[in-house]
C-alpha cells in the first residue's frame, strides 16, 4: 500500500500527466501516473508507479523500434496457445523472458521479436521449433498473423476453385 513518504498518510489521489519521452530524436507523448498527498499536499511518484512509468516508456520505445509491446507479444503467446514457460523453451531468452516481457520489465531483442513474427506467420516454423523442445502445440490453425489462413488450410478450401476464383477475404473461405 503506497503512503506519503513524508506524513505517512494514506489518502492519496493518484493522477496522470502527459509528458514527452525523448527517444531517438523524437519526442514520444506518453501518459505518466504520480501521486499527490491529501494531506500534506506533496506531489510525489510512488514505487508502483515508477514501475508502472517505466513500463509505458518501455512499450513507447518498443513501438518507435518496430518490436512488439508486452500486450502483443502476450497476444501472439495466446495465439499459439503456449504458456509462458513454454514460449521461453521455444524462444528462448531464459526461463522467465515470457513473464518479463509481458510485464514489460524487460524488452525482447529484434533477433527474439523476428523469431515470434516469422513463428506466426508460418506454423511450420513455429511446430518445427516446439517439437525440438517437446512443446505441443494444440491447435495450429488458430496460429496466423491477422488471422490469414495458413496456405494449405486455404488451398484444401478451396481445391477445385482455387485457381479461377481469388478470394477476396478470409471469411469468404470458411462462410462462402
Ligand atoms: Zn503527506
Redesign the pocket.
Known amino acids: 500500500m503506497d503512503n ?6 494514506t489518502s492519496l489521489s493518484r493522477l496522470e500527466d502527459e509528458v514527452l519521452l525523448s527517444y531517438k530524436n523524437t519526442d514520444i507523448p506518453i501518459t505518466i501516473k504520480y501521486s499527490t ?6 506531489e510525489f511518484i510512488s514505487t508502483s508507479q515508477i514501475l508502472e512509468n517505466d513500463a509505458v516508456a518501455r512499450n513507447a520505445k518498443k513501438s518507435h523500434d518496430g518490436l512488439m509491446t508486452a500486450v502483443e507479444i502476450k497476444s501472439a503467446r495466446e495465439k499459439i496457445g503456449i504458456t509462458q514457460e513454454e514460449a521461453s523453451l521455444i524462444f528462448g531468452g531464459g526461463r522467465n523472458a515470457f513473464s518479463k516481457y509481458e510485464r514489460s520489465e524487460v524488452s525482447q531483442s529484434l533477433s527474439m521479436d523476428n523469431l515470434i513474427k516469422i513463428c506466426l506467420k508460418y506454423p511450420g516454423i513455429l511446430k518445427e521449433l516446439a517439437s525440438q523442445k517437446g512443446v505441443s502445440i494444440k491447435d495450429m490453425s488458430l496460429v496466423s498473423e491477422d488471422n490469414v489462413i495458413p496456405y494449405e488450410t486455404f488451398k484444401a478450401a478451396n481445391q477445385a476453385k482455387y485457381e479461377s476464383h481469388p478470394i477476396d477475404s478470409p471469411e469468404e473461405i470458411i462462410y462462402g
Not at 4 to 9: A, D, F, H, P
Open positions: 506519503c513518504s513524508v506524513c505517512k498518510s498527498c491529501d494531506s500534506c499536499h506533496r
